[in-house]
């Protein structure tokens, strides 16, 4: 789901995945992504 935006659907691969932050703090992560066929969107409507 992309916030105020839609939703995209369809079968993705996770290429790289990355955690960052302090033992007691804010935990923060990059995740990027490679589709592996056909995706669809829907739009959000209010």
């Known amino acids: ?3 105020d935006f ?3 659907e369809g079968l993705f691969e996770i290429v790289s995945l990355e955690y960052a932050g302090e033992h007691d703090g804010e935990a923060t992560f990059e995740m990027s992504l490679a ?4 995706l669809s969107f829907t739009a959000l409507v209010d």
């Open 1 to 3: 789901m992309v916030p």
């Open 6 to 8: 839609g939703v995209i």
């Open 35 to 38: 589709s592996a066929g056909a």
